[in-house]
């Protein structure tokens, strides 16, 4: 059964940090490319950031560029999204997605396998 685990969200201050894990199991991530997104109450989802299969391109929306950096280990089959310097507009249900082949894209109509997402609050 494919399937992503996200786990890392929680609470924090403004100014603080988190890193969102992305764990697969059931297929290997090595030829997927893997997006972070995020949906705030009623709001659309939304592309956070990217990365490649190789993990040698990346993307990132404007509003979490400097901030928030994404990164990938395929030994342990996980993806990364390091954010600092949070904002209370960050505050969202984050999801990762998986799409085979793909690019480096935030298009989240491509990516065909999802998570169930973890929350982030940012608030103090």
């Known amino acids: 059964q494919l399937q992503l685990v996200e786990s890392g969200g929680g609470l924090v201050q403004p100014g603080g940090s988190l890193r969102l894990s992305c764990a697969a199991s059931g297929f290997t991530l090595d030829y997927y490319a893997i997006g972070w997104f995020r949906q705030a109450p009623g709001k659309e989802r939304e592309g956070v950031s990217c990365i490649s299969s190789s993990g040698g391109n990346t993307n990132y929306a404007d509003s979490v560029k400097g901030r928030f950096t994404i990164s990938r280990d395929n030994a342990k089959n996980t993806v990364y999204l390091q954010m600092n310097s949070l904002k209370p507009e960050d505050t969202a249900v984050y999801y990762c997605?998986?799409?085979?082949?793909?690019?480096?894209?935030?298009?989240?109509?491509?990516?065909?396998?999802w998570g169930q997402g973890t929350q982030v609050t940012v608030s103090s």
């Open positions: 997605a998986a799409g085979y082949g793909l690019g480096h894209t935030l298009n989240r109509y491509e990516y065909g396998y």
